[in-house]
């Protein structure tokens, strides 16, 4: 074989650019009301189909009932009047397909995913299940219990203690400080008339979307959404309250005693922005760069200069209110204080200095390239439909985003870093032995110190 | 399977690298995938979580690739990168667009050819700090995180080496030295004991002349060390151990024969039968009906050399773990001793295509599938074939798979218990 040669010290060049586009789907609202997105990918014969009701989420959680969104959600499939709970699930399960319902911040849903050929009884299955559930008291209480017990799980995992108590303290006063799953004093008083209640109120076909993605033509699948979901009399949808915590004063440090961890769950965070507001592609850029892949300032300050952590991210959590920026990390309980401190330096110098302009072509085309690897699969793609739906983003929308990346400037980012940083009025929360976290933390703020159960605050 | 590109060419260099070309033009993407046919077994007691101490090197840069360069080539053009240990193997992938197909070559081929320049002491000691804090996250600071290890410890003797846990134990982690490095190197990461499956948008002539380029001078190494799996019947055994958890929670192992055993497949979807939905016997029972666990779920790993099956059952408050588990092994005994229900037969035929479909979506767990099927089999081919495996399942043979590796002899459990408050 005659040698072939290759040059091993430089970067090879890459050949001509493939273009992508994000692949064409249909969008109409029919006359019922209710709004389908459908597209096919037709790789394996399997088929999505997801009930998107973006006026039943946790954020219409009322004040004492916190949990009462998902809870109905999770109850919405324990029987129709044609079915019980177990029907239910077989009836899909038999299929080998699933049907899941829940509900986030924004929206409530339920999701069936079949082999293609069975697409017609998943449909007409989330019809009937919208339509006529009938939420028996049995299974209100079932769902209860196992709800009680998933929050007695939680309260000793520190990963989820250190994101309640962040939630708590960044949020106060508004339902974002809740849990979604609910908590011991709120389950108990969530009964079959307030689930009920939310349903009738909450899950309207007026303004819901169906995502359906996969192995089908999008015209058919247009007309069996017709047929099978029914136009019926809706009131409007409640408004949920506005979401405007008030800042913190200064810099927050609240442990959660866990005495005994073998590490530290570690977070830093305020409140954000809405997945709406008009900077939030610049925000995904500077999040990039801070700590958003792994070669970002924070993940390789704290996991490869300090060797505090495995790995260290942040984000900006995008939902219809303004949801949190946080940094999170599982830290050496030894450098917590530090690692929390290497942070706050982090987001300090993304405020005071522009970014190099290698970074920001970096997290740029990082961005732009990574694209098409995020929409290989079915469920990959049902998430964008689903995205563009919840929050009213135009049919170009990830087009557009694709070449607003281009647009983004050093000063775009350094000015949206002031407006949406605040690293002098944060909240630090540290889940371990608060008797070896709290020396250092002295110096970083006023501190708390909380025991995990029950939700006492110590000092 | 129906209707799902699973097309590929394979090719042997002279250096003995296996490589697998499958084409898929859908996105203009591309998957370099390699493995490496070493893990965790291929170590010793008292030098445990080597091998994925050894990835975690890899991503430090080669002659010709700076510390930390890695990553940041990749990213810079949009591409993801990650590699993975466990039992049996270590793999590496890089995702890019398309026409970077170049560059994901270039990083492979030169830890694979060029590694030794770039091992030094201050790389070791950063990545054994990431590797120690790891194992605290994953293991010792997760509820219910020591169960695993102990359940395989229990499982396997002492020097069977699926014993120790892939990411070793604290001690062993610590003791780790660049020799050690250095000859793990030189002993498995040859192309003689690797597959490299590239997939996605190529031309499989012209990407086999562009491996060939990168790989091809990298030489041959000597043939790798057989590995002793010694394994003596088992008695049954039980642990108990306290954890900061409010739920009491069991695990059950039980071996069964290797992946790629018809006695495998039987396992797999014995599980899918008894577990796989709500609407499965035994999560009907215990959660549903009953109301005596929070969760249930009975699983089967793809080992090489003999399987784990794990049952996992979840108390609910209040409740006696005695009642738990009789419950759960009841299910056990009633799988040993009748045929399934034709419906749950149905679901659990039915639940395992659609898995098979659903995973076969992404293109780098296509790719990474080839190289496992590779690996294990030298036969790339496996991949279309698996779903017929499981649909040659019977009836008699799940009953046969019950009766012979889900007996109280061999059985081993571990207990997670609500640790007393002082």
């Known amino acids: 074989m005659p040698r072939l040669p290759v040059d091993r010290t430089i970067p090879p060049p890459p050949g001509p650019l493939r273009p992508f586009r994000f692949p064409p789907f249909l969008r109409t609202r029919l006359p019922n009301g209710l709004t389908v997105l459908a597209t096919r990918m037709s790789g394996v014969p399997l088929v999505s189909m997801e009930l998107v009701v973006p006026t039943a989420g946790g954020q219409h959680d009322p004040n004492g009932r916190e949990g009462l969104a998902t809870l109905t959600a999770g109850l919405i499939d324990e029987g129709t009047v044609r079915r019980d709970s177990m029907e239910i699930a077989a009836s899909v399960e038999r299929l080998g397909g699933f049907l899941t319902t829940g509900a986030d ?19 007409e299955l989330l019809a009937e299940i919208l339509a006529s559930p009938t939420f028996p008291e049995a299974e209100v209480e079932r769902l209860r219990r196992q709800r009680l017990a998933e929050i007695l799980r939680r309260g000793h995992d520190p990963s989820a203690l250190a994101d309640e108590r962040l939630n708590r303290v960044i949020y106060a006063g508004t339902v974002y400080a809740g849990s979604l799953i609910g908590t011991e004093g709120s389950v108990p008083v969530i009964d079959r008339e307030s689930v009920l209640d939310f349903y009738r109120r909450h ?3 007026n303004g819901s979307a169906l995502i359906a993605v996969g192995d089908l033509d ?13 136009a019926v009399a809706e009131t409007k949808a409640p408004t949920p309250p506005p979401i405007r915590p008030t800042p913190l004063g200064g810099i927050e440090v609240h442990i959660v005693d866990r005495p005994g961890s073998a590490q530290t769950e570690l977070r830093l965070g305020h409140r954000g922005v809405e997945r709406m507001h008009p900077d939030y592609v610049p925000l995904l850029v500077l999040n990039m760069i801070l700590g958003g892949k792994f070669t970002s300032r924070i993940n390789m300050n704290l996991r490869e200069r300090n060797r505090y952590t495995y790995g260290a991210t942040s984000r900006f959590v995008g939902r219809l209110g303004p949801g949190p920026f946080l940094v999170g990390a599982a830290v050496e309980t030894e450098s917590a204080g530090a690692a929390a401190r290497e942070v706050l330096f982090e987001l300090r110098r993304i405020r005071q200095e522009l970014v190099e302009p290698g970074e920001l072509e970096e997290a740029r085309s990082y961005m732009q390239g990574v694209f098409p690897y995020t929409v290989q699969t079915i469920g990959d793609l049902a998430k964008r439909l689903e995205a563009l739906a919840v929050y009213s983003l135009p049919d170009d929308y990830f087009d557009t985003y694709l070449r607003r990346l281009d647009e983004v400037r050093r000063e775009d980012v350094l000015a949206v870093a002031q407006r949406h940083l605040d690293p002098e009025r944060i909240a630090v929360v540290a889940v371990g032995p608060a008797e070896e976290l709290e020396p250092q933390f002295a110096a970083v703020g006023e501190i708390k110190v909380w025991s995990p159960e029950p939700r006492a605050q110590l000092t | 399977m129906p209707d799902i590109n699973l097309a590929f060419e394979r090719h042997t260099l002279p250096n003995g690298l296996r490589v697998v070309l499958h084409r898929d033009a859908t996105l203009p993407l591309v998957t370099v995938n390699l493995w490496y046919h070493v893990g965790s077994k291929n170590e010793r007691p008292g030098r445990t979580g080597f091998a994925h101490l050894f990835e975690h090197m890899l991503f430090q840069g080669s002659e010709h690739i700076p510390t930390h360069e890695h990553f940041r080539q990749v990213q810079m053009v949009g591409g993801v990168a990650n590699g993975s240990t466990w039992y049996d193997r270590t793999n590496y992938y890089e995702t890019l667009p398309a026409h970077h197909l170049d560059l994901g070559l270039w990083l492979e081929s030169d830890r694979m050819g060029f590694l030794l320049p770039a091992i030094t002491q201050e790389n070791l000691e950063t990545q054994r700090g990431v590797v120690m804090n790891e194992r605290r996250q994953r293991v010792e600071n997760q509820p219910y995180g020591r169960a695993g290890e102990r359940l395989h410890e229990l499982l396997y003797p ?3 080496p699926y014993h120790w846990p892939v990411i070793g134990y604290m001690e062993d982690i610590a003791a780790a030295t660049l020799e050690e490095v250095r000859a793990f190197f030189r002993t498995y990461y040859t192309p003689n004991n690797a597959v490299l499956t590239v997939a996605g948008d ?3 002539e012209a990407a086999l002349e562009r ?24 008695g049954e055994r039980r642990v108990v151990i306290e954890d900061a958890v409010r739920l009491p929670r069991s695990y059950f192992g039980f071996r069964v ?3 790629g055993h018809r006695m495998w497949y039987a396992a797999d979807l014995l599980a899918a039968v008894l577990s796989g939905g709500k609407s499965s016997p035994l999560y009907r029972d215990l959660v549903y009906d009953r109301q005596i666990a929070q969760d249930v779920g009975v699983h089967v790993s793809p080992y090489e050399e003999v399987a784990t099956c794990m049952g996992v059952v979840t108390a609910r408050p209040g409740v006696e773990v005695e009642e738990l588990e009789e419950a759960f092994l009841s299910h056990l005994a009633r799988a040993a001793a009748a045929p399934p229900h034709p419906e749950d037969l149905e679901r659990a035929r039915n639940r395992v295509l659609t898995e098979l479909y659903s995973g076969l979506q992404k293109l780098d767990t296509r790719a990474d599938l080839f190289s496992q099927f590779t690996t294990f089999f030298d036969d790339p081919g496996g991949v279309a074939e698996e779903a017929d495996r499981y649909q040659q399942v019977t009836t008699e ?15 081993v459990a571990v207990t997670v218990v609500p640790r007393k408050s002082s």
């Open chain 2, 397 to 411: 043979d799940l009953m046969e798979l019950a009766q012979t590796c889900w007996t109280a002899e061999q059985r």
């Open chain 1, 218 to 230: 999008p015209e058919d699948l247009l007309r069996e959404a017709e047929a099978a979901f029914e």
């Open chain 2, 202 to 204: 190529i031309v499989p």
């Open chain 2, 158 to 160: 002492g020097d069977h």
């Open chain 1, 203 to 205: 899950y309207l076909l």
């Open chain 2, 211 to 234: 491996v060939q380029a990168w790989f091809g001078d990298i030489p041959a190494g000597p043939p790798v060390p057989p590995v002793s799996a010694p394994l003596p019947p088992l």
């Open chain 2, 257 to 259: 024969p290797a992946y």
């Open chain 1, 105 to 123: 911040w924004d929206v409530g849903y339920l999701a069936a995913g079949l082999l293609a050929g069975n697409r017609a009884q998943g449909l």
